[in-house]
Protein backbone atom coordinates (compact mmCIF):
# COMPACT_ATOMS: atom_id res chain seq x y z
CA UNK A 1 0.00 0.00 0.00
CA UNK A 2 2.06 3.06 -1.68
CA UNK A 3 -0.10 4.37 -4.15
CA UNK A 4 -3.58 4.71 -2.24
CA UNK A 5 -7.11 6.21 -3.85
CA UNK A 6 -9.62 6.66 -1.53
CA UNK A 7 -12.92 7.36 -3.66
CA UNK A 8 -17.17 7.84 -3.23
CA UNK A 9 -19.52 10.16 -3.70
CA UNK A 10 -19.04 13.60 -2.01
CA UNK A 11 -19.57 13.66 1.67
CA UNK A 12 -18.50 9.85 2.02
CA UNK A 13 -15.34 11.03 4.02
CA UNK A 14 -12.83 10.68 1.62
CA UNK A 15 -10.54 13.70 2.76
CA UNK A 16 -11.17 12.41 6.20
CA UNK A 17 -10.06 9.03 5.70
CA UNK A 18 -6.81 9.98 3.32
CA UNK A 19 -5.55 12.04 5.80
CA UNK A 20 -5.91 9.59 8.72
CA UNK A 21 -4.24 6.86 6.09
CA UNK A 22 -1.56 9.32 5.49
CA UNK A 23 -0.55 9.79 9.17
CA UNK A 24 -0.89 6.54 10.07
CA UNK A 25 0.91 5.21 7.06
CA UNK A 26 3.48 7.88 6.86
CA UNK A 27 2.47 8.61 3.10
CA UNK A 28 2.13 11.84 1.61
CA UNK A 29 -2.10 13.39 1.15
CA UNK A 30 -2.83 15.02 -2.02
CA UNK A 31 -6.45 16.65 -1.49
CA UNK A 32 -7.62 16.62 -5.09
CA UNK A 33 -10.04 19.49 -4.97
CA UNK A 34 -7.24 21.89 -3.26
CA UNK A 35 -5.02 20.95 -6.53
CA UNK A 36 -7.85 22.13 -9.06
CA UNK A 37 -9.12 25.18 -7.74
CA UNK A 38 -6.40 27.45 -7.56
CA UNK A 39 -7.92 30.90 -7.43
CA UNK A 40 -10.89 32.83 -6.90
CA UNK A 41 -14.41 32.49 -8.68
CA UNK A 42 -13.40 28.63 -8.31
CA UNK A 43 -10.45 28.63 -11.34
CA UNK A 44 -9.89 25.63 -12.62
CA UNK A 45 -5.36 25.39 -12.54
CA UNK A 46 -4.12 24.88 -16.12
CA UNK A 47 -1.48 22.89 -14.94
CA UNK A 48 -3.44 20.73 -13.21
CA UNK A 49 -3.06 17.24 -15.38
CA UNK A 50 0.96 17.94 -15.53
CA UNK A 51 1.08 18.58 -11.13
CA UNK A 52 -1.44 15.17 -10.49
CA UNK A 53 0.31 13.21 -13.00
CA UNK A 54 3.91 14.25 -11.56
CA UNK A 55 2.41 13.71 -8.30
CA UNK A 56 1.06 10.30 -9.56
CA UNK A 57 4.59 9.21 -11.25
CA UNK A 58 6.07 9.39 -7.51
CA UNK A 59 6.26 5.91 -5.39
CA UNK A 60 4.08 7.26 -2.72
CA UNK A 61 0.79 8.78 -2.44
CA UNK A 62 -3.21 8.80 -1.51
CA UNK A 63 -5.33 10.81 -3.22
CA UNK A 64 -9.22 11.66 -1.92
CA UNK A 65 -11.02 11.11 -4.68
CA UNK A 66 -13.06 9.20 -7.47
CA UNK A 67 -11.07 11.16 -10.11
CA UNK A 68 -11.57 14.51 -11.98
CA UNK A 69 -11.92 12.98 -15.53
CA UNK A 70 -8.65 14.69 -16.83
CA UNK A 71 -6.72 12.53 -14.44
CA UNK A 72 -8.95 9.45 -14.24
CA UNK A 73 -6.80 7.13 -15.46
CA UNK A 74 -3.61 8.11 -14.57
CA UNK A 75 -5.12 8.12 -10.53
CA UNK A 76 -6.30 4.48 -11.04
CA UNK A 77 -4.00 2.99 -13.04
CA UNK A 78 -1.50 4.22 -10.97
CA UNK A 79 -3.06 3.12 -7.63
CA UNK A 80 -1.76 0.12 -6.02
CA UNK A 81 -5.16 0.47 -3.42
CA UNK A 82 -8.33 1.10 -3.44
CA UNK A 83 -10.62 1.89 -0.56
CA UNK A 84 -13.93 2.88 -2.16
CA UNK A 85 -16.41 4.53 0.68
CA UNK A 86 -19.72 3.09 0.02
CA UNK A 87 -22.25 5.06 2.29
CA UNK A 88 -26.57 5.32 1.39
CA UNK A 89 -27.45 8.39 0.97
CA UNK A 90 -29.01 8.77 4.29
CA UNK A 91 -25.47 8.83 5.87
CA UNK A 92 -23.70 11.34 3.41
CA UNK A 93 -26.64 13.67 2.82
CA UNK A 94 -26.40 14.74 6.39
CA UNK A 95 -22.60 15.13 5.84
CA UNK A 96 -22.46 17.54 2.72
CA UNK A 97 -25.34 19.47 4.33
CA UNK A 98 -23.86 20.18 7.43
CA UNK A 99 -20.31 21.09 6.23
CA UNK A 100 -21.88 23.62 3.17
CA UNK A 101 -24.06 24.66 5.76
CA UNK A 102 -20.99 25.66 8.13
CA UNK A 103 -18.94 26.97 4.63
CA UNK A 104 -21.30 29.00 3.68
CA UNK A 105 -22.78 31.04 6.81
CA UNK A 106 -19.29 31.07 8.29
CA UNK A 107 -18.03 32.01 5.01
CA UNK A 108 -14.99 29.22 5.37
CA UNK A 109 -12.53 29.51 2.44
CA UNK A 110 -11.64 26.44 0.76
CA UNK A 111 -9.61 25.83 -2.10
CA UNK A 112 -7.91 28.65 -4.09
CA UNK A 113 -9.41 30.74 -1.30
CA UNK A 114 -13.12 30.01 -2.82
CA UNK A 115 -16.69 30.40 -0.71
CA UNK A 116 -19.73 28.59 -0.41
CA UNK A 117 -22.02 31.30 -0.91
CA UNK A 118 -25.81 30.88 -0.60
CA UNK A 119 -26.59 31.58 -4.47
CA UNK A 120 -24.02 28.58 -4.96
CA UNK A 121 -26.84 26.36 -3.30
CA UNK A 122 -28.71 26.43 -6.58
CA UNK A 123 -26.09 25.52 -8.69
CA UNK A 124 -25.87 22.13 -10.06
CA UNK A 125 -22.20 21.82 -9.06
CA UNK A 126 -22.97 22.23 -5.34
CA UNK A 127 -21.65 19.37 -3.60
CA UNK A 128 -25.19 18.70 -2.18
CA UNK A 129 -26.77 18.97 -5.89
CA UNK A 130 -23.80 17.00 -7.02
CA UNK A 131 -24.03 14.03 -4.29
CA UNK A 132 -27.61 13.51 -4.27
CA UNK A 133 -27.59 12.96 -8.37
CA UNK A 134 -24.72 11.09 -8.84
CA UNK A 135 -25.25 9.03 -6.13
CA UNK A 136 -26.65 6.01 -7.66
CA UNK A 137 -24.36 6.03 -10.21
CA UNK A 138 -21.62 5.95 -8.41
CA UNK A 139 -22.38 2.95 -6.10
CA UNK A 140 -23.42 1.39 -9.42
Do not use: C
Not at 5 to 12: D, E, F, H, N, Y
Not at 60 to 70: M, T, V, Y
Amino acid sequence: MQRILVAGITGAGKTTMAQALSARLQLPFHEMDALVFTGPGWTVDPGFHQQVAKIAATPAWIFDSFGHPEVRDLLWTGADTVIWLDYPRAVVMPRVLRRSLRRTLLRERVFGGNVETLSSWFSGDHPAWSSWTEHAGRRA
